[in-house]
């Protein structure tokens, strides 16, 4: 068949195209269906299960049989629906589900099989043996089974993400949305427009009815013009609303190069969070097709989209065609085909009241009971009035009627409700919060009804906005009634199509039924009616009503399942919207990173930070060599590290020694000014959550430092604290984190180090000792802060200066250290120090641990109250009798691994004699062996006992000493020499 | 003055400044930045005679400015003094408050749009969730960028400054110069 007359395309221009490597030519207004048909493609694809051949069912994005893979390589996507994608020069597609070919398709044997194929089959049959589900069947399945296939690259495209902000959203851009944005938009609300389609208009682009004695067209056109005019009214046009979220939040998806041979650096797709006060839901309605014996024949569709094929895109699959229908629609599809000379076989009407609406020949009473045509419609069965007869038709348009589109009104559990005169169900009363439904979406189906309701809804939302709008003048316009009979499927033996994506048939419903599947529920999981891209907007309502009638109830009393987003498939990679790879999430850089990067060092991932892990000198070809000299280093000569990542918090005010003493589990109130105290913070239940340092500048100043996986979360709890708990205190709080750049100076030539920078500045171990703070400035000036800290346990100073002089700092340290033998070490250093020291951290203090294991319980005041004071005192957290000990390989070859459990030589290695678990564990260049930390029951009353560090995640286990926590220096003399 | 030489949050010896199309996206470096907030029973102080403004405002003076953070809480900036030590500055102005020095916590990004508004706009749009018909200029907001805390600020109807943490400066810009790119490209 080629172009009928008239049409909305440009035959100006032509567009070359391919369809399973055949080369076709359409033009700028077709979508990829339209233009198949015009040049006599009515096979399309294969359906899902039985891999029956499929043409295009409809002119929307509720298409069901026709998708298609689209374009080639990485940028191949399956399951594109052919009736909503816009032709470009050069698209390339391919059908899916089929093999060799779309015309011959091996796996059509499926359709023989369908006796055995019902609902429910693969449940019953691929039982046993289990094991095998996984591994065997369904991958089988799958691939007998399915739809389009992916490329297995990587997407190359880019995706967007936007956020916007209006009074009135409209939904829609059909007669009823266009007069709601009207209305709106001379009001002078802030308002969306937004339709899926590439052109505004919606179904009023299907019909040949005029506007005011004028081209509908014309009328459109019109008010795009004042819509450009207007500042207050952005319309979005390619941009479908698919979801309905909390306070007046949808989700949109707009379509910016789909639509493009070349994306030329565009993003493929936005993805947009309006913010709207009110809404309009004008999305229109889906015509219904009825179920009869092989019903899903290429070139079987449905009759409105049969008319939109012709008026919109000059197009038709075939030069005669028949209509079937239980409402006066199908008439209309007869008279506009037959008004661009398609011979019409005949009109079936279910209703035998029915009159003809034209010169054709009408059946009335009639129903379509069977059709002929392997790869495409060749004729129809009909009986009417006791007799049968068949009749030749390339083509059937099938009308069972108008469901309004109520999806997005029901995605807040919003039940519609069933009309019976309509035969649909319309929106109910509990739909979303400021979405009005009209048009066609709340059943206003003739377009003078469909104007007039989408004005209104406008008016009605200006009213709650207090926004002045008054009702435009509209167009006049058809008013036709819509009448409609209870027809949904006509009886018979053979398959009748309910659902054409999933292959449900009438036959699977009442197997469903007959299984007991009866719950609307039930009945989509078992016979997978409703599912897959199209989500059964064709299906979902004749399929209820097929259940209806078996048990005999109502369709309203049947009910419906739950609508949920997104109405239409939306890609993956639009909902991530925005950076993959390196920019995935933002990334922390310290003070020194530049700097860490010119001296080779690896990076490690801390949280967002990226720290310097080691670094590696020429020579060292294992990151142990590295490391062991970065640790001896700091054991020997004085080693660099930035530690800016740890958490900083400015803590001020009158109250601020009690405010502290409130969150710590030790005493801060008492410290002095200019020094610094260990600190140890509980969660309200009791368990140790976060350690570091708390230093007194000034008699209302502290600063707290805390760990770098922890800076926000306790950040986040003081801010609680201040605001919602003692409130009465007066304390201020903000972070500092990144404000200074914080380096350790650790190791016994760190004093003389730090003696090259400061300025003037006594650090002599009196006027400056162990965990003293000052504030100073360096390098002539700079101002500065000093901490005499340690985590390694040797001599040892934390400096911090303004964040952007740390990578200078550091490089002069570097240089004024280098005959003291200034060595930068990374986060693996830090740690071996740390094990040997035996100080915790975050293995330590996982969250399950108590600060009596970790050998501080002491430092839980019993003098005052704190968070979690009272909770860490209860039975089962004070009998915890596991303490952290130290612990060496029996053989100093051996291994220590962390993770492994703890078991008493001899013993049973079960759950009931586990007796603690290995924290941390490191070579220490030290000891010069292993060593680890871990929690052992009655650990402190067990050193020297030999205990077994079970691993059997990799069949190991090993021979324990068990020892102080502690390797280095158990007296603490280097840390106040 | 020290003898050390400091470096921009995006690591380089001087600030970053790119233009795209209309739009220019200059690293604000000389921007001193100070958090003031209110001890219990202090009222009204007006540091370098600043009114101090009310939730999501920004006011500005002399080459000084301030904006709400919180209950009795605002930072305070002064164009061109990052230099020295801001905090101790404010102090003589703000008797009763605990200041803090913020000028190293941050980076600035101050948004330039040499012609038109809708460009502005519409790169905000791809930004921030924030209703732009309500961000005319002396509104602030804190708010998320690419999951990154940000101060935003309408210094004036075509200038915007976008203030972040400055260990994820290089992410910021990365986020800012795309969205600016993309809108190049329309």
Known sequence: MTRLTGGLIDRSQTLNFSFDGKRYQGHPGDTLASALLANGVRLMGRSFKYHRPRGVLSAGSEEPNALVELRTGARQEPNTRAAVVELFEGLEARSQNRWPSLGFDALAINDLLSPFLTAGFYYKTFMWPKGFWEKLYE?????????????????????????????????????????????????????????????????????????????????????????????????????????VYDHGIYGAVESVSDHLPEASGRVRQTLWRITAKRAVLAAGATERPIAFADNDRPGIMLAGAMRTYANRWAACPSETVAVFTNNDDGHRTARDLAAKDVQIAAVIDARPEAKARGDYRLIAGGMVTGSRG??????????????????????????????????????????????????????????????????????????????????????????????????????????????????????????????????????????????????????????????????????????????????????????????????????????????????????????TNHWAEGQGAVFVEVGQWMRAQYFPRAGETHWRQSVDREAGAVRSAVGLCDVTTLGKIDVQGADAGEFLNRLYCNIMATLKVGRVRYGLMLREDGFAYDDGTCARLAEDHYVVTTTTANAGLVYRNMEFARQCLWSDLDVQLISTTDAWAQIAVAGPKSRA??????????????????????????????????????????????????ARFGHALIERLMELGADLGATPYGTEALGVLRIEKGHAAGPELSGQTTAAMVGLGSMVSQKKDSVGAVMSRRGGLAGDRRRLVGLRPVDPAGKVVSGSHLFAEGAPRKCDTDQGWVTSACYSPHVRSMIGLGFLEKGDERLGEVIVAANPLEGESARLLVVPACFVDPEGERLRE | MSE????????????????????????????????????????????????????????????????????????????????????????????????????????????????GSRPLEALLSKLINIDLADFGPGRARRTGIEHMSCFVIRRSEAHVAVLGARSSAASLWHALETAAKRLERK
């Open chain 1, 139 to 243: 991958p089988a399945i799958r691939r007998a089974a399915g739809l389009g296939r992916l490329s297995m690259q990587a997407d190359p495209d880019t995706y967007d993400k936007g956020f916007l902000h209006c009074d009135f959203l409209v939904i829609g851009g059909g007669a009823a949305g266009l007069a709601a944005a009207l209305t709106a938009a001379r009001g002078g609300a802030r308002v969306i427009l937004a339709d899926e389609d590439f052109r505004l208009g919606g179904r009023l682009l299907s019909e040949t009815g005029t506007l005011d004695g004028g081209q509908a067209t014309d009328w459109v056109s019109a008010l795009e013009a004042e819509f450009e005019s207007l500042p207050n009214i952005r319309v979005m046009r390619r941009t479908t609303v698919f979801g």
């Open chain 1, 374 to 591: 392997r790869l495409g419609l060749k004729s129809i069965e009909v009986q009417a009035n006791g007799r049968s007869e068949w009749i030749e038709c390339g083509a059937l348009g099938v009308s069972g009627g108008w469901n309004p589109n109520v999806h997005l009104f029901s995605h807040h559990r919003g039940r519609p409700i069933w009309n019976e005169s309509l035969q649909a169900f319309l929106p109910g009363e509990d739909g979303p919060p400021g979405l009005i439904p009209a048009g066609a979406a709340a059943a206003n189906f003739s377009t003078a009804d469909a104007l007039r309701s989408g004005a209104q809804a406008a008016k009605r939302a200006m009213d709650e906005l207090g926004i002045a709008a008054s009702s435009p003048d509209l167009p006049r316009a058809e008013e036709a009634d819509y009448k409609v009979a209870p027809v949904f499927n006509v009886p018979g033996k053979k398959r009748a199509w309910v659902d054409f994506q999933n292959d449900v048939t009438v036959k699977d419903i009442k197997l469903a039924h007959a299984e007991n599947m009866r719950p609307v529920e039930h009945l989509k999981r078992y016979t997978t009616l409703g599912m897959a891209t199209d989500q059964g907007k064709t299906a979902n309502v004749t399929g209820l009503a097929v259940m209806a009638e078996l048990t005999g109830r109502t369709i309203p009393e049947t009910g419906t399942t739950i609508f949920r987003p997104p109405y239409i498939p939306v890609t993956l990679s639009v909902l991530g919207g925005g950076d993959i790879g390196r920019h995935y999430r933002p990334r922390r850089l310290t003070p």
């Open chain 1, 753 to 802: 180090l730090l003696a090259r920078i400061v300025d003037g500045f006594d650090l002599s171990n009196e006027a400056f000792p162990f965990m003293a703070c000052a504030e100073l400035t360096v390098c002539d000036g700079l101002r500065a802060r000093l901490f005499r800290i340690s985590f390694s346990g040797e001599l040892a100073y934390e400096v911090a200066v303004p």
């Open chain 2, 4 to 115: 050390l030489i400091p470096i921009t949050a995006l690591g380089a010896a001087l600030p970053r400044l790119a233009s795209f199309g209309a739009l220019e996206i200059r690293e604000n470096v000389g921007l001193a930045l100070a958090s003031l907030a209110l001890r219990r029973g202090t009222i009204g102080p007006r540091p370098f005679g600043l009114t101090l403004p009310g939730p999501g405002r920004w006011i500005a003076g002399q080459g000084v400015a301030a904006l709400w953070t919180g209950p009795d809480q605002w930072m305070i900036e002064y164009e061109g003094r990052a230099d020295l030590g801001f905090a101790a500055e404010l102090k003589q102005f703000a008797a009763g408050c605990s200041v803090t020095e913020q000028t190293d916590g941050w980076v600035a990004f101050e948004i330039v749009l040499r012609a």
